[in-house]
């Protein structure tokens, strides 16, 4: 089975052809910047001033100056039905693996889809970014494994390639088995099968994805976030025309960086019904203006929670170079984190954190769910629906959501059964 298409319909918004300041030109200011105010002055008053003119200027700006601009559609796509289980976890789902290639740019994923045997329509979905290949998510032998690089960070990996001990080693962290008991597909791909998680190999990688007209070397060429959103958008590409799935409730989630990456996929992509970025922090959910107490050094003589500075540090690869320039200048961005959760309007967002992650800044997480608030009450009527956190254990079920559970930097299948909670209110329609 094949299906070839086009790619339409994803990483097409308007963008502005506002003139883009250098960063001695940018204004300084320590809040986050309004939302409703043009970088021309102008107030936005109208969902149509905010479809029309400032999203596109937004949109403009998140890529010059943070995450790059994006690769360009490929002119032609393919997905290639590899394999094909109808008894999937004990009969109760089919499985199928997917080659999907890209044409100019080239690149070639791996696409996992498990959906519901017991369903009376197409199920919703969620697409999800995993870190080391789909193998991992179930204990099923016949996967297929990635054929480059995976970090030797994950069990079955020496020497940074996939392996058999590594074989459904994430079958908690993913939890598919409650997702298709609740009605719900499951779809995920590999952050590396494109771009790997890795500077020096990053860097190579990245340069078959560059623009016409564009340079690997110039300072808002594509970079890995953006471009691993990219490949969100091809995987939707081919959901949408998939029977199984509803193509107008399809989730995007994400954990750590691949949470950043689910959220600029949402933003840029208004295919996708709901976004929940799981303790995305820095460069995702988090604001890269930080509070003083932040951002002094703990005993260990590093930033309580991570900045702006430090992740560009430790990750070159992630952002593009015009980024960089704001390491110690973060208050002239003309925009914050909260700048892509508003570019989700009216779309759900869900926030999850956790009460040990204190790198990520689950407080600072908030805080960006009300700046974005006002976005939303004028693009949706609604927005979040607390000004403070709420407690431990408690989800916020409002358009712009929050959870924070007890524990550590992780995806667990407590967090799941949240996710799946708040999807049933904003997306299934139940």
Known sequence: MRTGFTSAGALNLPLCACPLPSLPSLLSNPQPPDLLTMMNGDRVTSKADWQNKRAPELRTLVQHYEYGVMPPKPERMEAKLIREDKQALDGKATL???D???TNPDARIHLMVVVPNARQKPAPCFLGLNFSGNYALLDDPKIQMPQGYVSDKYAGAPANRAGEA????QIDTWAIAQSIARGYAVASFYNGDVIPDKADLAKEALKKMVPAGKTA???DAPATIGTWAWCFSRMIDHLVTDPDIDAK?????????????????????????????SQAGCGGTAPCRMEPRLADSNSNGRPTAETVAVINKSFPHWFCGNFKEFNDAVEKLPFDQHALIALCAPR????????EDLWANPAGQFQMLRAADPVYR??????????????????LNSRLGYYIRPGKHSMTAE???VWLDYADKWMAGK
């Open 415 to 417: 967090d799941w059964k």
């Open 378 to 395: 004028l693009v949706a009527g609604d927005g979040c629906d607390a000004s403070e956190m709420p407690p431990v254990g408690q989800l």
């Open 348 to 355: 759900p967002v869900l926030v999850s954190n956790a009460t």
């Open 100 to 102: 999907v290639h890209c």
């Open 96 to 98: 199928r693996e997917f």
């Open 166 to 169: 590594g074989r459904g080693k």
């Open 217 to 219: 070397d110039d300072p």
């Open 249 to 277: 409730r399809i989730a995007v989630v994400g954990h750590s960086r691949n949470g950043k990456t689910a959220l600029l996929a949402a933003a840029m992509d208004e295919r996708i019904a709901l976004a929940i970025p």
